[in-house]
């Protein structure tokens, strides 16, 4: 299911006197949030005026959050990103939940779970039986959003009732 918000991180903490705030970034690498030029936190539109990535995380700087005091009474909330900023070829491990998963035109479940992993991402599908679908262009074959269909090949041992 295509989301209207992405949600791209938590704001931690300050940084500095002029509104700047901390985000533990929970996309794909920190970088990726300093191409946007608008977000969401708590309901509202802000304009980013900076962005950088720091360690693991990103110093955050929007519009109307001048001092140290506003960026302070926005820690803990979410940042989202608006998902018509974002190229419908990314898909967000949020938006797979609920993703009716067929092999060969046989529903095998939905997707309840996206488990991430070193070498790839894991889909939890759960239907008459749970699989595990590791994320790789070998079992996944396509991926529709508008349909809410997912394409895949099931092998031996991905069952995991299976003995």
């Given at each position: 299911m295509k989301l209207q918000f992405i949600d791209?991180?938590?704001?931690?903490?300050?940084?500095?006197?002029?509104?700047?705030?901390?985000?533990?970034?929970?996309l794909d690498s920190p970088e990726d949030l300093c191409e946007f030029k608008r977000c969401r936190i708590d309901g509202r539109e802000y304009k980013i005026q900076s962005c950088r990535v720091q360690k693991t995380?990103?110093?955050?700087?929007?519009?109307?959050?001048?001092?140290?005091?506003?960026?302070?009474?926005?820690?803990?909330?979410?940042?989202?990103?608006?998902?018509e900023d974002v190229s419908d070829d990314v898909i967000f491990a949020a938006e797979l939940i609920g993703m009716e998963v067929f092999c060969t035109d046989r529903l095998l479940g939905t997707i309840e779970d996206v488990l991430d992993y070193p070498g790839n991402q894991v889909y939890v599908v759960r239907g008459e039986h749970e699989y595990l679908i590791p994320a790789v262009k070998a079992f996944v074959h396509s991926t529709s959003l508008a349909d809410n269909r997912m394409e895949v090949t099931v092998i031996e041992g991905m069952r995991s009732d299976e003995d």
């Open positions: 791209a991180g938590e704001i931690v903490t300050t940084h500095g006197v002029r509104g700047e705030m901390k985000v533990l970034c929970w995380c990103n110093l955050l700087k929007v519009d109307s959050i001048d001092t140290m005091e506003a960026a302070q009474s926005m820690r803990g909330k979410i940042v989202q990103l608006y998902r």
